[in-house]
């Protein structure tokens, strides 16, 4: 007797969930078998294609059930997932179109396909798409936020007095207050009413703290392990090993986010011969798949074998374009530096720094999808910092010309001669076209999607003066960690 397709799509579920891939894909490819129309299972089956590193079948996948006849919109969306993860950016934009036009009631499929559009820079047809999603269901929250954050509002072209309705409207919804209370914010602060931004940054703030369980003073204790685990000693001795796997194709940007670290990218991908991966999780996957068994967290991870390290970590970054350079940009890598240069001796490193209470301010401000949990108290983020710092003064230590950092305030006021220096340190030809960003279109999936679309500019820096006396306790915090501020202050 077969089994339907639902139930063997839920058997698939359930051991996708406990890690089973292997029998997962039996059952995935059960519940697909003899089709003829799209149906989510199809999605099912590529995404475990993906997670078993099959690339090329995963895509297959893909382009065999796009091409059944029309199913339902869940069957596009999660095609068009896949799709994405594959970094064929365009199709996933088709399949999330597709499900729009198959079932054009659904507000969710709006979203995606809005998000999309915002990657590929399409920032007009990425508003309209949100203002379809809104009007289908007030309470899609996340898409208000998304609509703010996709150009600089203006006194005359804003959404404060529908935010504001809708917030009053919602006191006791904790989705309502977080994300309406971020877009009203940052509303607010585009047209320079800064005392009232600075009110629902901080009440959106305070709501995402709420929910959230965490300690600093843990993190902070990790960042000096870290350091302890990769000693300066053994980082220059390290440093001095052959590159057996041609781990000079690979540059890495890190820094704290909302740092620069998007635009850094996308000036190196203005170059010819490099490609990015975005920001994934590539290296730890691969050092993590590699640790060794004896010790804490962080002393299996530095007993894992370089070479191991390598082989993972270049077996994962490599599928897709062929290019002489790979881009991997992820803030949080700074915690993987000593591993990096253990297991990569000469792939590029690019630190991208920015004055302290500008980037703090700026992580204040952001609603982050995940991670950094840090960034809502202003104590929290102010101690935060100052242990990142003490890390990155380590890692300026051990690796000393062998780390590469860029000035965030350097390279928005001279973007043509901090440029070229950075391509010169990551052994690229320079073209000065690669500082007209607004004219790169390639992807983008950050935080910083919509900002990279606009000339570079330097208006953001210094922002934080707006908010001086509010800001007290993060700079109180700073300067109790021996963070020097008053440089940056004009003080």
Same mark, same amino acid.
């Given at each position: 007797?077969?089994?339907? /397709?639902?139930?063997?799509?839920?058997?698939t579920?359930r051991?996708l969930?406990?890690?089973?891939? +292997?029998?997962a894909?039996d059952f995935?490819?059960?519940?697909?078998?003899?089709?003829?129309?799209?149906?989510p299972?199809?999605g099912?089956l590529?995404?475990?294609l993906?997670?078993l590193?099959?690339i090329?079948?995963s895509?297959?996948?893909?382009?065999q059930?796009q091409?059944?006849?029309?199913g339902s919109? #869940?069957?596009?969306?999660?095609l068009?997932?896949?799709?994405?993860?594959?970094?064929?950016h365009e199709?996933s934009?088709?399949?999330?179109?597709?499900?729009?036009?198959?079932?054009?009631?659904d507000?969710?499929?709006?979203?995606?396909?809005a998000?999309s +559009?915002?990657?590929?820079g399409?920032? /007009? +047809?990425a508003?309209?798409?949100?203002?379809?999603?809104?009007a289908? #269901?007030?309470?899609?929250?996340p898409?208000?936020l998304?609509?703010s954050e996709?150009?600089?509002?203006?006194?005359?072209a804003?959404h404060l007095?529908?935010?504001?309705?809708r917030?009053?409207?919602?006191?006791?919804d904790?989705r309502?207050?977080?994300?309406?209370g971020?877009?009203?914010?940052k509303e607010?602060?585009d047209?320079g009413?800064?005392?009232e931004a600075?009110r629902?940054?901080?009440?959106?703030?305070?709501?995402?703290?709420?929910r959230?369980?965490?300690d600093?003073?843990?993190d902070?204790g990790?960042?000096?392990?870290?350091?302890q685990v990769?000693s300066r #000693?053994e980082?220059q001795?390290?440093s001095?090993?052959?590159d057996a796997?041609?781990?000079?194709? *690979?540059? *890495?940007?890190?820094g704290?986010p909302?740092?620069?670290?998007?635009?850094?990218?996308?000036i190196l991908t203005?170059?010819?011969g490099?490609?990015?991966?975005?920001?994934?999780?590539?290296f730890?996957?691969?050092?993590?798949?590699?640790a060794g068994r004896?010790?804490?967290? *962080?002393?299996?991870?530095?007993?894992? +074998?370089?070479?191991a390290?390598?082989?993972?970590y270049a077996a994962l970054?490599d599928?897709?374009?062929p290019?002489?350079?790979?881009?991997?940009k992820?803030?949080l890598n700074?915690?993987?530096v000593? /591993?990096?240069?253990?297991?990569l001796?000469?792939?590029?490193?690019?630190?991208?720094?920015r004055?302290?209470?500008d980037?703090?301010?700026?992580?204040f401000r952001?609603?982050?999808?995940?991670g950094?949990?840090f960034?809502?108290?202003?104590?929290?983020?102010?101690?935060?910092?100052?242990?990142?710092?003490r890390?990155?003064?380590?890692?300026r230590?051990?690796?000393?010309?062998?780390?590469?950092e860029?000035?965030?305030?350097e390279?928005v006021?001279?973007p043509?001669?901090?440029?070229?220096?950075?391509a010169?340190?990551?052994?690229l030809t320079?073209?000065?076209?690669?500082i007209?960003?607004q004219?790169?279109?390639s992807?983008s999936?950050?935080?910083s999607?919509a900002q990279?679309?606009?000339?570079?500019?330097g208006?953001?820096s210094?922002?934080?003066?707006h908010?001086?006396?509010?800001?007290?306790?993060?700079?109180?915090?700073l300067?109790?960690?021996?963070?020097?501020?008053?440089?940056a202050?004009?003080?």
């Amino acid at each position: 007797m077969s089994v339907p /397709a639902p139930a063997l799509a839920g058997e698939t579920e359930r051991l996708l969930q406990s890690g089973r891939l +292997e029998q997962a894909l039996d059952f995935a490819r059960r519940a697909t078998r003899g089709a003829r129309i799209c149906r989510p299972e199809h999605g099912l089956l590529a995404a475990i294609l993906l997670r078993l590193g099959r690339i090329e079948e995963s895509a297959a996948a893909v382009l065999q059930a796009q091409a059944l006849a029309t199913g339902s919109g #869940d069957a596009y969306d999660g095609l068009a997932w896949v799709s994405l993860a594959l970094g064929e950016h365009e199709r996933s934009n088709a399949l999330y179109r597709r499900a729009t036009e198959v079932a054009p009631q659904d507000p969710r499929f709006w979203y995606n396909l809005a998000c999309s +559009e915002r990657s590929l820079g399409r920032l /007009a +047809e990425a508003e309209a798409t949100c203002d379809r999603a809104i009007a289908l #269901d007030p309470a899609q929250y996340p898409t208000y936020l998304l609509r703010s954050e996709l150009r600089v509002q203006s006194a005359a072209a804003n959404h404060l007095e529908e935010l504001s309705s809708r917030l009053a409207a919602a006191p006791e919804d904790y989705r309502a207050q977080l994300f309406l209370g971020y877009a009203l914010a940052k509303e607010l602060d585009d047209i320079g009413r800064f005392t009232e931004a600075f009110r629902w940054f901080e009440h959106a703030a305070r709501t995402r703290r709420g929910r959230l369980s965490y300690d600093v003073g843990a993190d902070i204790g990790k960042l000096a392990r870290i350091a302890q685990v990769y000693s300066r #000693d053994e980082m220059q001795a390290s440093s001095r090993c052959a590159d057996a796997g041609g781990s000079s194709r *690979f540059i *890495f940007v890190l820094g704290l986010p909302r740092s620069g670290t998007t635009l850094v990218e996308r000036i190196l991908t203005g170059l010819a011969g490099v490609r990015s991966n975005g920001e994934t999780d590539y290296f730890s996957r691969a050092l993590l798949a590699a640790a060794g068994r004896e010790g804490d967290v *962080f002393e299996r991870a530095a007993a894992a +074998e370089p070479h191991a390290v390598a082989a993972g970590y270049a077996a994962l970054a490599d599928p897709g374009p062929p290019a002489h350079h790979i881009v991997e940009k992820l803030p949080l890598n700074y915690l993987y530096v000593g /591993a990096i240069r253990r297991a990569l001796p000469a792939a590029k490193i690019l630190l991208v720094s920015r004055s302290p209470i500008d980037s703090c301010f700026a992580m204040f401000r952001t609603l982050f999808a995940a991670g950094y949990p840090f960034s809502y108290d202003l104590v929290e983020l102010g101690r935060y910092y100052a242990a990142y710092d003490r890390l990155m003064q380590h890692w300026r230590a051990a690796l000393g010309d062998q780390l590469h950092e860029i000035v965030y305030e350097e390279l928005v006021a001279q973007p043509h001669r901090v440029g070229e220096k950075l391509a010169a340190a990551c052994g690229l030809t320079w073209s000065d076209a690669a500082i007209e960003v607004q004219n790169n279109r390639s992807v983008s999936l950050t935080a910083s999607a919509a900002q990279v679309r606009r000339p570079i500019y330097g208006s953001s820096s210094g922002r934080w003066r707006h908010y001086r006396e509010r800001l007290e306790p993060l700079i109180a915090t700073l300067r109790a960690e021996g963070i020097a501020c008053d440089e940056a202050m004009g003080l």
